[in-house]
Structure formats: structure tokens, C-alpha cells
């Protein structure tokens, strides 16, 4: 079985307009925000292996918490610049290259394509994917090779401003 974890990267700072898109970084609340949903991802049990990353600043942060929240060395974050403002179609090429060794990976990315692409994996639907959400999956096979093709099942879906049991 492989386990895919989508996270929408925090939110960002707008205040700078000079900024290109690129390089906007996380604001406040995006700072608050993705430790929270760190712990939450972590108190259900799920330990990723593979941390894989847009390579945006507000992308990068946001994987980064993670990754400290898991004790995870930020140099072992893997970035693929194709998932930069992705469409769904390169969401599967990118995991379709992910080592076999790794069962749970999380990738970290924007909107609209990290939506687009979660509501291709099965049944469940989100019209949006707020931001910092983490919208999850499995998948039965041993290969991420053949994710794609692979019969998979909704695990959850999780965002800040969720109620909490």
C-alpha cells in the first residue's frame, strides 16, 4: 500500500506587491497554521517518508514546518519544480518517479491544480482546498509507479478552520 498526503501550502504574505509570485512568503496566520496541521497529520499516526516539495517560498516553508514538526532534516525535502502551480496531470508524473522504498509521501503545493488533482483520485470531492489543507489518500499497490492506475481509497481531509473533536 502507498499513501499519498496532498497539503496546500500555508498562507501567504500579499503585502509586498513587488514580490513575484514566487517568492511570496508565509504571513502570520500561515506561520500559526502549519505547525497546527503538522501535529494534527502526526497525532493521526501517519509518519511520512517522502517530503516532496514545490519549490516556492510559501511551498517550501510550509514543508519545512513539516518537516521540523517530524524531525525530518529540511535537507532531505525533495523540491520538483514542476509542481509549482501544477496541473493534475504533472501530480502523476512527479509521483509516478518517487523511490519504492517510501510508502507515505506528502506533497506540498498551490492551488487550483493540488484541488484539481485530489478530486481525481477518488469519489470524494472538495471545491476547494483551503489553504494548509491536507487531503489524503491510499492506494492499493506497491509500486508509485502504478499509483495511477492503482484502485485507491479517501482516508480524510483536514484544514485549519475544521472543527476538532
Same mark, same amino acid.
Request: hydrophobic share 40%; with cysteine.
Given at each position: ?54 519549490? $516556492?517560498?510559501? !511551498? ?10 517530524? @524531525?525530518?532534516?529540511? %535537507?532531505?525535502? #525533495? /523540491? ?52 494548509? $489543507?491536507?487531503? !489524503? ?10 499509483? @495511477?492506475?492503482?484502485? %485507491?481509497?479517501? #482516508? /480524510? ?9
Amino acid at each position: 500500500m502507498k499513501t499519498l498526503i496532498l497539503v496546500r501550502h500555508a498562507k501567504s504574505d500579499w503585502q509586498d506587491v513587488t514580490l513575484e509570485d514566487f517568492d511570496r512568503p508565509l504571513n502570520a496566520r500561515g506561520k500559526t497554521d502549519a505547525p497546527v496541521m503538522a501535529e494534527r497529520l502526526r497525532k493521526r499516526g501517519i509518519v511520512p517518508d517522502l517530503f516532496i516539495s514545490s519549490p $516556492a517560498k510559501r !511551498a517550501r516553508k510550509t514543508a519545512d514546518i513539516f518537516a521540523e514538526t517530524y @524531525d525530518v532534516d529540511k %535537507k532531505d525535502i #525533495l /523540491f520538483e519544480k514542476d509542481l509549482y502551480l501544477a496541473p493534475p496531470y504533472v501530480f502523476t508524473e512527479v509521483i509516478g518517479r518517487f523511490k519504492d522504498e517510501g510508502n507515505i509521501a506528502v506533497i506540498f503545493s498551490h492551488n487550483p491544480g493540488i484541488t484539481d488533482f485530489a478530486n481525481t483520485l477518488t469519489n470524494a470531492r472538495i471545491d476547494d482546498m483551503p489553504t494548509c $489543507a491536507i487531503f !489524503a489518500v491510499e492506494a492499493d499497490t506497491e509500486s508509485w509507479a502504478a499509483f @495511477d492506475t492503482a484502485a %485507491k481509497r479517501f #482516508l /480524510f481531509c483536514d484544514y485549519p478552520k475544521k472543527p476538532q473533536d
